[in-house]
């Protein structure tokens, strides 16, 4: 598929990411709604879809985005409820896309919002099956990744000093991002890094998301119909590439290749890019070894070159690459399964030119990509990537 700029996200929005905040989603959902409708001055009439991510603190219930309707007064013609964890903010927009361009609405609030940290007892919902893994030693995502990290340190070898410097640049971030997680505000050094504890050798504290709760969106339409709006500001996707359980029949599977290796050379294709175009990447970041890794498969570097790659590329927000310019999940705090979102935003928002003290130069493009789900024996469950442009 050519590049094509039919397709505009207008708006965004997004709570602050607290730590047992105490909200419902519903709540940190309608702050987010507020936010777009005060930024972009559209009627909420004007809605007619909604593309929602699914959540820990209420996937028990069946009719989640049928309340959610309710909740924020919306009458949508099109609904779409997105499974994919942290993968799913970005895939609601190549769904919402698909949705607009078929004639199915006009125009698509895409939202995911999440309280799994001050959610109940039992958060994950069945998202984790502990009767499969608990006997193999898998104590949630963090033994999954554990093992993942350890595998790559096997084959490639791992530099702990590329880690530090990553959760180092991301902490950086956090600190001029108001809506970052409180406790997270603190800055760290290399040598924090390197101290912390082990969670799961070789995995460290520091390398791994604080679960909390929080809520962002934006708003999706076509440009034609951006433009009768008008919107102030829009940007464009243009290159979307996705998998879901990518080598999963295969039993003897690497677990240190993911689907990036076919969603990220998707994408590029679509936005007729390669990665020395991309100007920044908001990759998901639920352990730093993921970053490694999404940068690896999508082509910034070859395979086992991802420490040298982060070590002699300037990643800061003045930097070649910008990286998760808000701090990602690890320094701002994973909003639950809203977390994929936090940095789509934090990508829209740079590409508006509203990031404040951590605004990129020369904002032109950026890369976000998507996570979801972590099984045993294999790598991440589903791998997605965008690819947005401006005007």
Known sequence: MAKRKDIAVIGYGETKVTLRGGRTSYELAAEVLDQILAQTGIDKNRIDGLAIAETMSETSNPFWPVYMCEVLGLSPAWTQVNGLGGASGSGAIAR???????????????????????????????????????????RGPVGSFGLLTQRYRHQFGLKDEAL????????KHALMNPNACDKLRVPITEEDYLKSKYVSYPLRMLDSVMVCDGANGVLVTSTENAKKLGAKKMIHPIGYGEITNYKGADQLADITESGFMVAGPKALKQAEMTPKDIRMIMPYDDFLIAILLTLEHIGFCGRGEGSDFILNTDLSYKGKLPLNTSGGQISAGQPGLAGGGLNLVEGVRQMFGEAGERQVSDPRNCMVTGIGGIPYGRNWAVSNVLILEQS
Request: aromatic residues 10%; negative net charge; contains cysteine.
């Open 96 to 138: 919402a896309a698909a949705a607009i361009r078929d004639g199915m609405c006009e125009t698509v609030f895409v939202v995911a919002s999440d309280a799994q940290s001050t959610g109940s007892h039992y958060p994950e919902q069945g998202a984790w099956r502990h009767e499969f893994l608990y006997p193999v030693g898998l």
């Open 164 to 171: 530090a410097k990553l959760a180092v640049t991301q902490r």
